[in-house]
């Protein structure tokens, strides 16, 4: 139960990070000088950020749920 704990408030911890880079990276698309760098700052580097990001985010929601469920013990213990 000490390790499901454990291993949510990390998972959680992902999360929040997550949700912290993606407002980061918007900020910073945004602060460009014009709109060509803006575009270029999104294609280059908001757009494949951001996809990694949210599969990171999905991943985590993911193992929640299943590390939640009732075999979510079982399976963390490897049996």
Known sequence: MLLQLSLTV????????????L???L????????????RQRLLTGVLPASC???LLLLGAVFFL???W???????????
């Open 27 to 38: 900020s910073w698309q945004d602060h460009a000088d014009n709109p060509i760098s803006r």
């Open 10 to 21: 990390l998972a959680l911890l992902v999360c929040v990070g997550d949700v912290a880079a």
């Open 52 to 54: 990694v990001l949210l």
């Open 69 to 79: 469920s009732p075999q979510g013990a079982a399976l963390l213990a490897g049996r």
């Open 23 to 25: 407002a980061f990276l």
């Open 65 to 67: 749920m299943m590390l």
